[in-house]
Structure formats: structure tokens, C-alpha cells
């Protein structure tokens, strides 16, 4: 018996249709594969939509979405709507109204990958960031006070919740016993200078720790640990941080990991939902031009696959990744991969092997 899931996919601005494409067409030859079965139901969300319609996510679809096993994500952000308006009422929309409260970012470099780091390979980059997902700067507490006029004053707060901060902190815990790998968990936060939201993440993280005595810990500066993750990435194993920092450290994760043409992500509610999405937005710039990397949304498919438990389906897509990316692409980057998108979506699946 095979079980079925029902998926959501939401294609997305700029590229994000083209790389979503190629994510369930390996989806499609994957499950063929491993006898999974899933339904996949399309979402017309983002730029597009709103400008003809004025729509951005209406609650009906949020509820829908609600009841679906998983969601992918192609990309959110098109270059005719005002930055912040898409972003924030689909994409973070979605992440608070499904409390989707851990953003799971695992760098790896595949063999076969080009690191700007010099000296260091695929056993030196291959760690996961636990970043919280729905608090922090991103909640959205603030206000202007006298705007336009040279007296304003700008507010934006971070908002961080016991429960939001210990939720993430136990995640991370049971994350990294289960990743089974160096069992040490890195606290990233900035007590020097953010003396209430960082001292709650240290107390909690303390706190946790207790009940985790297998786990060693460290605590690094987020301004000292993206100097640590260039210059000795291999201390990592599981790095777990607040909303902002997290954003941040990823997109240095992504590059020494080979860049935004692999980097995938996943938006996670342990008890519920969960989306799944490449790291990279919708660069407009290559959208349509068969050009764009879909191998970051391929792994977020695969992230999305070992979210379901079908361990196998997702082992078997990681290994055809690898592959690829150590036979077949001459660079990861955009337009210098040696092969178009579709292209490389079916080398993906002419590895699956169906
Ligand atoms: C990300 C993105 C988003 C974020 C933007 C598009 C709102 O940068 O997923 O990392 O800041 O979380
Ligand atoms: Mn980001």
C-alpha cells in the first residue's frame, strides 16, 4: 500500500514556475519510483494575480491550504509590485497564519560543488541553521511617530515569546539528536547588545539543555559566528536562531554551499503544515529564458519528501542531485550551468532511474 498525499504548489512569481516545473516532474518520476503517491493541486498566488485581480492570499485558500499534507513554493516577488506588499501578505502570511514556526536551512556542499571557501570541501560545509520562523523583527510591531517630517521617529520591535523561543530551542534539541551527526547545538544571538531578546534565547536554550545532557552546546555572537562560517565552517552542526539573525547567516550558508541555485528550505510546523521553497526569490531577470537553476527547488521537493516520511522517495532524489551536480553541470550558477532548466530537470530524472 502506498500511501497518497495531497500537495499544494504554489509556481509563484518570475522563475518560480519554471523551477516548480521541474521539482514535479522529479517528484513525478520519484514517486513512479518509490510508490508514492501524490496529488499535486496548482495555487495561482502572487504578482500576477494581484495586479490583475488585486488578490493576495484570501482566507478561503488559506483554509485549503490549511488541509493539504505539505506545500512547495516556487518563489514570491515580482518587479511591477512595491517591494514588502507580496512578501509580507503571502509569503509571511503564510508562515504565521499556518504557524509554520521552524524555517529548517540545512547547508551541505554535494562533492563535485564550487565553495568560494578556499581550502574547505564537501566534509567541512554540512550543517542545518533552525531559524524561528513567525517572531522576532518579522512580526511586525512598530510605527512611525511624525512621518515626513524631520522629527520622525521609526519603531520596529522584536517581539520574541517564551513559547515561541522554547518551541524552536526543543526543536532544535530533538533535531540535532535525531541528525545523529556531531550532537552539538550552536545558540546564535547577540547578548552583548540585545539584553532582553537574547537573554531570554540564552535562559531558555540553558533551560532545554537540561534535557539534553547528550548534546553538547556552544554560544556564539552572530556577528563572530558569520565570521566562523567562512573561515571554519566545520565546527557546525546545528546552529538555532531568532528570525532576523537566521535570515541573515542563511544566505551565507547558501553560498558556501554553492549558492542560491541549491539552496532549499523548509517552513515547518512539527504538529501541522508545511512549505517547502527554494532559498533564491524569482529573479526576474532569467524568468523565462530556460536558464534558471531548478535544482534548489528539486531539494526542497526532497526536503519536502523526508517531512512525509518517505525516506526512501527522498534519499533516492538526493542521491540523483548529487549526481548531476558532480557529473553533469559545469556551475551551479544561472545561465552557466551547460544545460537549460528543463535540461536539468531531466538529467534528475534520468538519474532517479525510472
Ligand atoms: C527568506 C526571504 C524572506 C525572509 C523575504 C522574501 C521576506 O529572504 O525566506 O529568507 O526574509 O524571510
Ligand atoms: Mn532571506
Redesign the pocket.
Known amino acids: 500500500m502506498s500511501n497518497t498525499y495531497k500537495i499544494a504548489v504554489i509556481p509563484g512569481d518570475g522563475t518560480g514556475p519554471e523551477v516548480v516545473a521541474e521539482a514535479l516532474k522529479a517528484l513525478e518520476a520519484v514517486s513512479r519510483k518509490c510508490t508514492v503517491n501524490l496529488q499535486f493541486k496548482k495555487f495561482g498566488l502572487g504578482g500576477d494575480l494581484y495586479l490583475k485581480e488585486g488578490v493576495l492570499l484570501p482566507d478561503d485558500v488559506l483554509e485549503e491550504l490549511r488541509t493539504m499534507d505539505a506545500i512547495l513554493l516556487g518563489a514570491?516577488?515580482h518587479p511591477d509590485v512595491k517591494p514588502?506588499i507580496l512578501?509580507?501578505e503571502i509569503?509571511?502570511r503564510l508562515?504565521f497564519k499556518l504557524d509554520l514556526y521552524i524555517?529548517l536551512?540545512p547547508v551541505t556542499l554535494f562533492p563535485g560543488v564550487y565553495t568560494p571557501l578556499k581550502d574547505k570541501g564537501p566534509e567541512d560545509i554540512d550543517f542545518v541553521v533552525v531559524?524561528e520562523?513567525t517572531e522576532g523583527v518579522?512580526a511586525g510591531g512598530g510605527g512611525f511617530l511624525k512621518k515626513g517630517s524631520p522629527d520622525e521617529v521609526a519603531i520596529q520591535e522584536s517581539i520574541n515569546t517564551r513559547k515561541g523561543v522554547e518551541r524552536c530551542i526543543r526543536y532544535a534539541f530533538e533535531f540535532c539528536r535525531k541528525r545523529d551527526k556531531k550532537r552539538h547545538l550552536t545558540l546564535c544571538a547577540k547578548t552583548n547588545v540585545l539584553i532582553y531578546e537574547s537573554d531570554l534565547w540564552n535562559r531558555v536554550f540553558q533551560e532545554v539543555h537540561k534535557d539534553y545532557r547528550d548534546i553538547n552546546t556552544n554560544y556564539q555572537h552572530v556577528d563572530a559566528l558569520c565570521m566562523w562560517m567562512i573561515k571554519n565552517p566545520e565546527q557546525f552542526d546545528v546552529i538555532v536562531t531568532g528570525?532576523?539573525f537566521?535570515?541573515i547567516i542563511?544566505?551565507i550558508g547558501a553560498i558556501i554551499q554553492g549558492g542560491l541555485g541549491i539552496a532549499a528550505?523548509g517552513?515547518i510546523n512539527p504538529e501541522g503544515a508545511a512549505m517547502f521553497?527554494p532559498?533564491g526569490?524569482s529573479s526576474p531577470k532569467y524568468s523565462g529564458l530556460n536558464q534558471i537553476n531548478p535544482l534548489a527547488t528539486i531539494s526542497a521537493a526532497q526536503m519536502m519528501l523526508d517531512y512525509l516520511q518517505e525516506e526512501k522517495a527522498a534519499s533516492v532524489l538526493q542521491e540523483a542531485i548529487k549526481k548531476v551536480v558532480k557529473n553533469d553541470l559545469k556551475s551551479l550558477g544561472a545561465g552557466n550551468m551547460g544545460h537549460g532548466t528543463r535540461e536539468v530537470g531531466d538529467l534528475v530524472v534520468s538519474h532517479i532511474g525510472v
Open positions: 514570491i516577488g514588502g512578501e509580507t509569503l509571511l508562515r524555517n536551512r531559524r520562523n518579522y528570525n532576523m537566521g535570515d542563511t544566505d528550505g517552513n521553497e532559498i526569490g
